[in-house]
C-alpha cells in the first residue's frame, strides 16, 4: 500500500490502547451504555388527542416485564389523553393479578402484564369505563397495525346535527312564534352530536378528572339551564366538528411513523425445496430462505447476497442519498430499492425483527418518552385548569351576590371561561410537534431514542468524537515494517501470530499484511488482552508483547534513537505498532520490530466538521493514539481540539469535565462512537451518538442517536432538526397562550360569546397541529 501524505492519512490505533473506541478487545466491550447513562431517560406518557385531559396524572415510567408474568396488547381507540390513561391506571392497578402497565397513547396501545387465567377482566375492567379494548396479535405489536378508529365513525349524525343548530340559530335570529322550536333543535343536536361528549364528560368528572369533556359538557348544560339554547347548540356542533378534525389531523402524525412499514413489501419470491420459486407472505419466510430479488423491487426481509451484483437505494434505512453497490456477502436492509441486477439473497431475520422493524419499534418507543418541554406543560396543565375552572366559578356568584349583578349575563360569562379553560391546544402541541420530528429524523437515516434527545439538540455547544470507525474508514493498512533484533528473525511471524489473535483493526492491519506476504502463523499460548497497551502472548515459551508507543516505555524498552524514529513515523499520521520481548533470565525487555499502519479520513468527516463549526459546535477528538497523530488528523479533519493517549477513563473524564464548563452556559455536550466501546464516554455526554448502527442490534438498542450509516454529516442534520423542533415548540406553546389570555380578556369584558370561544379553543389545537405536522415534511 502506497504511503499517504499527513492530510489524507489517518492512523488507527494500536492493539489495546490506541485504538480510538479506547476498549482492546471484545471480551472487553462488556460496559452497555444504556445502563450507564446517568441522565434521566424520561418516562412514557401519551400524546393528547382531541379531548385533552388537562388535569391527569403524569404517565409513568414503562415498567420491565415483572418475572413470571404474561403481557397482553389491546388497541383502546379512545385512549388517547392522560385523563384516559389515569382512568385505566386507577381501574387496573388494584386488579389482582395485574403486575404492571405499560402506555402508548400516541399509538393508542396498552400492553398489560398479568398473571391472569384469560385477560377477559381486563377488557371487561377497561369496557366499564366506556372503552373497548381490542386484543392485538402479540404484546410487541406496539402500533404497526393501522386500525380506523376515528375514520369508522359516521358523519351523518354530526351534519345532522349541525344542521339542528343552524336552525336553532336561525329561530332565534328570525325569532320563530314558537318558542320550543330553538329548545327541541338544540336538544336534537345534543342527541345527534353530543351524547359521547356527555358520556366521556361524565366519566371524567366522576373519577375526578375535569378534562374537555367535561368542562364542555358543564357549558352547555349551563347554557341550556339558562336558556341560551342556539348558544348552546352550536357550541356543541362546533365543538363535535373540531374534535373530528383534530382526531384526522393527530392520525397524521400516527401514521407518520407507521408508514415506515409500508416500505416493506407484504410478500416476497423464495425459493421451493422442487428448485421453483414461489411469491409468499414475508411474515412467514424463515431465517436462511432463498429469496430473489428483481430490478424495481423492495428488498422485503434482511439478508445477505448470494448471487448477483446490483445497486440499491438504501435511502429508507440509512438515509444515503447514492445507491449502494451490493455483491455477494453484502448485508441487504429490508425495505431498500433494487436499482439494476437481480439478486439472490439468504434471509438473515425474520420480519418482524428486521432492521426497519427495529428502526420503527424503536421510534414508537420514543413516542412514550416525554420532552423536558412537555413535562412542563403537563405539570403547567395540572395547576391551570383548576384554577380557571375556579375563577369561573367565581365570576358566575361573586358579582350577583356582592354587587347585585345580573344572574345570567355573570352565569353566562362564565360559560364562556369554562368553554376555553382546557388547555387541549398547549397540552397537545409538544408530543405532536415531538413525534413528528421523531419520524422526520427516521425517514433521514436518524434514529433518536427519545423527545428528550430531540430537544436537547439545539443546545449542543460541544461534540467529542473517537477516530478509527468514525472519522476515518476504520480499515487500516500497514505502511511500514522494520526488523530491529537481527537475531530474532522471526519477529514478524510472532507479530502476526499475536495480531491474528485480536479483532482490532490494526491488529487486523498487521496479520492481513503477513498473510500477503505468506508470512507462516505460530502457536500462542497465554494469549490476553493488555488494557491500554495492546495483547501479549507466549510462543516457544519466551512472553512477548504486541502494543503501542507506551507499552515500549512501559517496558523500559525505549532508547533515544528508537524514540526518534517512532517520533518521524507518527508526525506522518501513521500509529505505531511495536513487538517486544518481555524480561526473562535477567534480560530487559527488548524491541523487537515496529510496524507503521493507517487509515484514511471520510471526505464526508470533514464536511460534517465544517457544517458543525457553521451551526457554532466546536469538535474535540479524543483518541487513543499518540499525541502526534491526534494532532495530524485533528489538522486533516478541521476539528478544533485533538488528544492522543487517551485510556477509557480519560475520554470519560474529558466529557464530564467538559459538560461541566458547558453546562453553566446552558450548553450541552455529546459524544460520538460505536455505542459500546466508548460506553464510559457515551455514558458522560448529554447526547451519545453511534455510527453505523443499520443491522447492528446492540447500537439501535444503547445509544442515544444512532446513525443507520456512517455518514457523520447526519449529525449537523440532528441539530438543524433539533433547532427547528424547538422552534415550533416555543411557536406552539406562545400560539395556545397568547390566544388564551386574549380570549380571558374578552369574556372579562363581555365581548367573548361561546361559540367564538370553541372556535379560538378548537382553532388554537388545530394550529399547533398543522404547525409541528411541517417537520414530517420530506427534505
Avoid at 406518557?45 to 403524569?58: E, F, H, V
Avoid at 430499492?337 to 421510534?363: C, F, K, M, W
Avoid at 446552558?666 to 462512537?673: E, N, Q, W
Wanted: negative net charge; glycine residues 10%; aromatic residues 4%.
Amino acid at each position: 500500500m502506497a504511503r499517504s501524505t499527513p492530510d489524507n492519512v489517518l492512523p488507527p490505533v494500536v492493539p489495546g490502547h490506541s485504538h480510538d473506541h479506547s476498549h482492546d478487545h471484545p471480551h472487553d466491550h462488556s460496559h452497555d451504555h444504556s445502563h450507564d447513562h446517568p441522565h434521566d431517560h424520561p418516562p412514557a406518557d401519551a400524546c393528547c388527542g382531541g379531548g385533552c385531559g388537562a388535569t391527569a396524572t403524569p404517565a409513568a415510567p414503562p415498567l420491565a416485564a415483572p418475572a413470571g408474568t404474561r403481557a397482553a396488547a389491546f388497541r383502546i381507540d379512545a385512549m388517547d389523553c392522560p385523563t384516559e390513561e389515569t382512568l385505566i391506571r386507577n381501574k387496573l392497578g388494584g386488579m389482582a393479578g395485574v403486575a404492571a402497565l405499560d402506555f402508548n397513547l400516541m399509538q393508542r396501545v396498552l400492553t398489560v402484564h398479568h398473571t391472569l387465567d384469560s385477560t377477559d377482566p381486563v377488557v371487561q375492567a377497561i369496557g366499564s369505563l366506556g372503552m373497548k379494548a381490542e386484543p392485538l396479535a402479540g404484546a410487541a405489536d406496539d402500533g404497526t397495525q393501522v386500525a380506523a378508529g376515528e375514520a369508522r365513525k359516521p358523519w351523518w349524525p354530526l351534519a345532522l346535527g349541525g344542521a339542528a343548530a343552524l336552525g336553532a340559530e336561525l329561530a332565534e335570529w328570525f325569532n320563530v312564534a314558537t318558542p320550543y322550536l330553538p329548545a327541541a333543535l338544540a336538544l336534537a343536536t345534543v342527541l345527534l352530536a353530543g351524547l359521547g361528549v356527555y358520556r366521556k364528560g361524565w366519566i371524567a368528572v366522576r373519577n375526578g378528572n375535569l378534562n374537555i369533556n367535561a368542562l364542555m359538557s358543564i357549558a352547555v348544560t349551563g347554557a341550556m339551564f339558562i336558556g341560551q339554547w342556539p348558544e348552546a347548540a352550536m357550541v356543541m356542533a362546533l365543538f363535535a366538528l373540531a374534535e373530528r378534525i383534530e382526531a384526522a389531523s393527530l392520525d397524521r402524525a400516527r401514521n407518520a411513523v407507521r408508514g415506515l412499514m409500508a416500505m416493506a413489501p407484504e410478500q416476497a419470491t423464495v425459493l421451493q425445496p422442487d428448485g421453483t420459486w414461489q411469491a409468499v407472505p414475508a411474515r412467514t419466510v424463515t431465517v436462511g430462505a432463498t429469496v430473489r430479488l428483481r430490478p424495481g423491487e423492495r428488498v422485503a426481509l434482511d439478508g445477505r447476497v448470494m448471487r448477483g451484483q446490483s445497486a440499491l437505494d438504501q435511502a429508507p434505512i440509512t438515509g444515503e442519498s447514492v445507491p449502494v453497490d451490493k455483491s455477494p456477502g453484502d448485508a441487504l436492509f429490508a425495505g431498500s430499492i433494487n436499482q439494476s441486477g437481480e439478486l439472490e439473497y439468504a434471509v438473515t431475520a425474520p420480519a418482524n425483527d428486521s432492521t426497519l422493524s427495529r428502526i420503527i419499534h424503536a421510534v414508537e418507543a420514543a413516542q412514550g418518552s416525554r420532552a423536558p418541554t412537555q413535562r412542563f406543560v403537563d405539570q403547567f396543565a395540572r395547576i391551570y385548569t383548576p384554577v380557571v375552572f375556579a375563577i369561573a366559578v367565581g365570576i358566575a356568584v361573586v358579582p350577583p351576590l356582592a354587587m347585585g349583578a345580573p344572574w345570567l349575563a355573570w352565569i353566562y360569562k362564565a360559560l364562556v371561561l369554562l368553554v376555553i379553560a382546557c388547555p387541549c391546544a398547549l397540552v397537545i402541541s409538544t408530543p405532536v410537534t415531538i413525534v413528528s420530528g421523531l419520524a422526520a429524523a427516521a425517514r433521514r437515516g436518524i434514529l433518536i431514542k427519545g423527545g428528550v434527545y430531540l430537544e436537547q439538540g439545539h443546545r449542543l455547544k460541544w461534540l467529542a468524537l473517537d477516530k478509527t470507525g468514525t472519522l476515518t474508514h476504520g480499515k487500516p493498512a500497514q505502511t511500514d515494517f522494520a526488523l530491529l533484533a537481527d537475531d530474532v528473525p522471526q519477529a514478524r511471524a510472532i507479530a502476526a501470530s499475536l495480531a491474528g489473535r485480536s479483532d482490532h483493526p490494526v491488529s487486523r492491519a498487521v496479520a492481513i499484511a503477513a498473510d500477503a506476504d505468506g508470512v507462516a502463523r505460530l502457536d500462542v499460548t497465554d494469549f490476553a488482552a493488555v488494557p491500554g497497551q495492546g495483547v501479549g502472548g507466549a510462543v516457544d515459551g519466551v512472553a512477548y508483547r504486541l502494543g503501542n508507543h507506551r507499552m515500549i516505555h512501559d517496558l523500559g524498552a525505549c532508547s533515544p534513537a528508537l524514540e526518534a524514529r517512532l517520533e518521524a513515523i507518527e508526525r506522518q499520521g501513521r500509529s505505531i505498532v511495536m513487538l517486544a520481548a518481555l524480561p526473562a533470565g535477567g534480560q530487559p525487555a527488548r524491541a523487537l520490530a515496529l510496524f507503521g499502519v493507517a487509515d484514511t479520513v471520510r471526505e464526508s468527516s470533514r464536511q460534517a466538521i465544517e457544517q458543525l463549526h457553521a451551526l457554532g459546535v466546536r469538535t474535540l477528538m479524543l483518541s487513543g493514539d499518540n499525541a502526534h497523530t491526534a494532532q495530524a488528523i485533528g489538522k486533516a479533519v478541521g476539528i478544533d481540539e485533538a488528544r492522543g493517549h487517551q485510556l477509557p477513563q480519560d475520554k470519560a473524564d474529558a466529557l464530564a469535565a467538559l459538560a461541566d464548563q458547558v453546562h453553566g452556559q446552558g450548553g450541552k455536550v455529546g459524544m460520538v462512537g460505536d455505542g459500546i466501546n466508548d460506553a464510559p464516554a457515551l455514558a458522560r455526554a448529554d447526547i451519545g451518538f453511534a455510527m453505523g448502527a443499520a443491522g447492528t442490534d446492540t447500537a439501535i438498542e444503547t445509544a442515544d442517536v444512532a446513525l443507520m450509516d456512517d455518514d457523520l454529516r447526519k449529525i449537523p442534520t440532528f441539530v438543524r432538526l433539533s433547532r427547528q423542533t424547538s422552534t415550533i415548540l416555543r411557536q406552539n406553546i406562545a400560539l395556545s397562550l397568547v390566544i388564551k389570555a386574549v380570549f380571558l380578556a374578552l369574556t372579562l369584558m363581555g365581548l367573548g360569546t361561546m361559540w367564538m370561544a370553541v372556535f379560538a379553543d378548537m382553532g388554537a389545537s388545530l394550529l399547533v397541529v398543522f404547525n409541528g405536522l411541517r417537520l414530517t415534511r420530506k427534505g
